[in-house]
C-alpha cells in the first residue's frame, strides 16, 4: 500500500535511511539522522510537495518525496527526486510504484521537470531511473568525498510534457 507519508513515519523512515548513511555513498550525508530530525523534513517537505510512504507486512518499507530543485523562482515547476527501500525488501518493484505514484502526483500539481541524483556507481538506481522514462543529462567526476574516496554524481531528468 503506498500512502502519503506524515511525521509519524519518522522513525521507520529514519530507519531505513541510516544504513545507506553509515555503510553506503547512495547519501553524501556522513552522520545518522534522528526520528526528529526526519520529522523536520517530512514536515518540510508535506508543506508543499508529496512525499509517499510503501507498506508491507504492516510497516513502512520504501519511500519516495519531491524538494525544490532550486530556490529561485524561476525554477518552481522543477523538482528533485529521492526514493529509498529497506534493505529487507529488495528487487520487489516498490521503487517502481513508489515513483510512479510521485510522478502521477507531481504532474498533477503542474510540475515540469523531475530530476534525480544518483551518486555513482549505482546500478540500481540508473537502472530504476530509467526504466521510469529518465534520460541521463549531467556526470560530475569528483563532486563529493566520503569513507575517503570520491564519488562521481549523474544526473538524470524526466520531462512530465514528453508523457
Known amino acids: 500500500m503506498i500512502r502519503p507519508a506524515t511525521v509519524y513515519d519518522a522513525p521507520a523512515i529514519a530507519a531505513i535511511y541510516n544504513p545507506y548513511i553509515a555503510a553506503t555513498t547512495i547519501s553524501f550525508e556522513e552522520a545518522p539522522v534522528s526520528d526528529r530530525e526526519m520529522a523536520e523534513r517530512i514536515a518540510g517537505v508535506t508543506a508543499n510537495l508529496p512525499w509517499y510512504v510503501f507498506e508491507a507486512d504492516g510497516k513502512v518499507v520504501g519511500y519516495a ?18 526514493v529509498y527501500i529497506s534493505s529487507d525488501y529488495p528487487r520487489r518493484g516498490i521503487g517502481t510504484q513508489l515513483y510512479r505514484t510521485l510522478l502521477d502526483d507531481l504532474r498533477q500539481r503542474g510540475i515540469t521537470v523531475v530530476i534525480g541524483g544518483i551518486a555513482l556507481p549505482n546500478a540500481a538506481s540508473v537502472a530504476l531511473h530509467e526504466r521510469m522514462g529518465f534520460e541521463k543529462v549531467a556526470h560530475f567526476k569528483k563532486v563529493g568525498r566520503k569513507f575517503d574516496r570520491w564519488i562521481d554524481v549523474g544526473y538524470w ?5 514528453d508523457d
Open 65 to 82: 518525496y519531491a524538494t525544490p530543485w532550486r530556490t529561485r523562482c524561476a525554477y518552481r515547476l522543477s523538482v528533485e527526486t529521492s
Open 157 to 161: 531528468e524526466y520531462l512530465m510534457n
